[in-house]
């Protein structure tokens, strides 16, 4: 994972994905880790996992596939673009799945239900500096 602002590289961490980090997260349950653009839409500071933030997962791109579909209802899909338009927390209990972000815990295999874990160590570094809002990209 690099971390930029301004467009320079300020930080490189070894990270640890999903069970099955392969190909953008699709359904709850599937142990993939979400692929694109997100925003870090909470932060807790008391996680299990150390530290952890939150990312828009899902976003309004995931919405519009799993109701064409028929994973989520037209509603819950309603509710996912307003929270993105918002940026809002997304709705977390979903057939999307959902409570995906950034945590503690180590990086040394792929080893989460869908998030990106980096040391305990480095997990405090960027919770003291990544503020709510800002954006994250994640590419395959």
Not at 68 to 94: C, F, M
Request: charged share 30%.
């Amino acid at each position: 994972m690099t971390l930029e602002v301004d467009g320079r590289v300020v930080r490189i961490f070894r990270v640890g994905l999903g069970l099955a980090p392969q190909g953008d997260k699709v359904r709850e349950g599937d142990r993939r880790t979400p692929e694109g653009r997100f925003y870090v839409a909470w932060k807790n500071p008391g996680s299990a996992y150390h530290r952890f933030f939150g990312l828009s997962y899902p976003m309004p791109r995931h919405a519009k596939r799993a109701l064409e579909r028929g994973r989520i209802s037209s509603a819950v899909a309603e509710r996912i673009e307003r929270a993105a338009k918002r940026k809002r927390t997304p709705p977390q209990y979903t057939g999307l799945g959902g409570l995906v972000g950034v945590h503690g815990g180590g990086a040394g295999a792929d080893w989460t239900y869908g998030c990106i874990a980096i040391s305990d160590e480095e997990i405090e570094w960027l919770f003291d500096r990544i503020r709510i809002g800002d954006e994250v990209v994640v590419l395959p």
